[in-house]
């Protein structure tokens, strides 16, 4: 198998009362699980069995739909769990925490522009706080499992936090109400984690 679904780096139950441990382990072990298995499936005999995943979400366009969902729904769902912590919330500090001062003004408009940008996403997708080949942060959302790497993503960078907006990952708890969901992830942003990626 090319591609392995990770252990969540906490329990199921860690990011409660954000997130709920049920729909964690649901999420987790059958949607992640799925995406991974559908992935490998998708990339059996071919050439991306050896590649890493960031290589063959830059060249998704020529390859199979199935490549482009799972491949993504791999890639997001690890991302999404790491920039995630039950020591989270608060703000980011140090260079990126100066960064988005710079480049939204305050923490507080960088919050409502990235939560229009998961607000608004119609159906499923994902909200990106991503950095673009000059550097500079930019917030952005894609539809499905498509994310900032991809050829097909109308702007491209690399992705420093996500949030995934599809119904699964909150709908058991907050049914309808994808604002509630939002204003409560906050809470568990793992901002160090984030702060890594934007110095890598
Ligand atoms: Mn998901």
């Known amino acids: 198998m090319a591609f392995k679904l990770a252990d969540l780096p906490y329990s199921f139950n860690a990011l409660e009362p954000h997130i709920d441990a ?5 999420h987790h072990d059958r949607h992640h699980k799925a995406y991974t298995d559908n992935l490998n499936k998708a990339i059996e005999g071919t050439p991306q069995e050896n590649m890493s995943i ?49 480049t939204f003004g305050t923490f507080t408009t960088f919050k409502e522009q990235f939560t229009a940008a998961a607000t608004t996403r119609f159906g499923s997708g994902w909200a990106w706080l991503y950095k673009d080949k ?23 960078g690399t992705p420093l936090l ?17 604002p509630d969901y939002i204003g409560a992830w906050w809470n568990v942003v793992n901002w160090q984690e984030v702060a890594r990626r934007y110095a890598l």
């Open 22 to 26: 049920k729909t964690m382990e649901i």
């Open 54 to 102: 960031e290589d063959i979400l830059k060249n998704v366009s020529k390859l199979s739909p199935a490549v482009r969902n799972n491949g993504g729904g791999y890639y997001n769902h690890n991302m999404f769990w790491e920039i995630m912590s039950p020591k989270g919330g608060d703000m980011p500090m140090g260079k990126l925490g100066d960064a988005i001062m710079d």
């Open 134 to 156: 000059d550097g500079a942060l930019k917030i952005g959302s894609t539809p499905n499992q498509d994310n900032p790497l991809m050829d097909v993503c109308e702007f491209k």
């Open 162 to 178: 996500c949030l995934d907006v599809w119904e699964h990952a909150y709908y058991l708890h907050y049914q309808n109400k994808r």
